[in-house]
């Protein structure tokens, strides 16, 4: 019997992975850890290299500069957060619900990407003044204006008091900052049962029966300047 193939017959295809096919993964994942730790500016391309173990002429093929690993961490992170607080946003019901979706999902999605937040956050303050830098601005601005947001349309149906949305804005993101510092994965809470915690405390205070709310007032005239008529003998 012949065991010649016949013309119509596929040739059997041996698949041999290549071991390459995850080094851009694998070398992103090490410059975030180092981002992460060290600073943007306090990391370098030699630096990842070495942690990766290629020469610099390898990393140089998947990226041949710093502003290209931070388009690659801090850019395309941001869109990602973006994309992400965006969508659970847009399954929420009412202001308040979104406030809470916002924080919450904004707390998942820093404890899922821990290097990653941290290296974006410092690559972002730290990273080069070029277009890449006014994406990066564009998309912090997007996601800062979402929160505002769900604020403003928060005082406008009756569930929250007519604050300042900017502030309170940022007075809550500044919770979201701190928490990357301090919050261990091992702990006794997750990241998003310290937000619930953090979001409830901005919604309903410590006290229990609220006083009104103080009103802010202009410093008076010439309060905080030099005086010079009465010095000292």
């Not at 899922?112 to 290296?119: I, M, N, S, T, V």
Request: a positive charge; proline letters at 5%; charged letters at 25%.
């Amino acid at each position: 019997m012949s065991t010649r193939r016949s013309k119509t017959e596929p040739a059997e295809v041996t698949v041999v992975p290549d071991p390459l096919d995850n080094r851009e993964s694998q070398l992103l994942t090490i410059a975030r850890r180092l981002f992460a730790r060290r600073g943007f500016e306090g990391t370098s391309l030699r630096d990842i290299a070495e942690e990766a173990k290629i020469t610099k002429a390898a990393l140089y093929y998947y990226f041949p500069n710093k502003d290209a690993l931070y388009e690659r961490i801090v850019v395309e992170g941001l869109q990602m957060l973006v994309d992400s607080i965006s969508a659970e946003v847009a399954r929420a019901t009412t202001p308040t619900e979104r406030v809470h979706a916002f924080m919450e999902a904004s707390a998942d999605f820093l404890d899922e990407h821990r290097d990653q937040w941290a290296a974006g956050s410092n690559a972002f303050w730290q990273g080069p003044q070029n277009e890449r830098r006014m994406t990066a601005l564009k998309l912090r601005d997007t996601y800062e204006k979402l929160l505002r947001q769900c604020i403003t349309d928060g005082i406008v149906a009756g569930e929250f008091r007519p604050v300042d949305a900017a502030m309170a804005g940022r007075f809550m993101l500044s919770g979201l900052t701190h928490l990357a510092r301090w919050h261990k994965p091992e702990g006794r809470l997750t990241a998003r049962q310290v937000m619930q915690q953090f979001v409830d405390m901005v919604l309903f205070g410590l006290v229990q029966d609220a006083p009104p709310a103080r009103q802010v007032k202009a410093p008076a005239a010439g309060r905080g300047k030099k005086q010079t008529s009465h010095s000292a003998a």
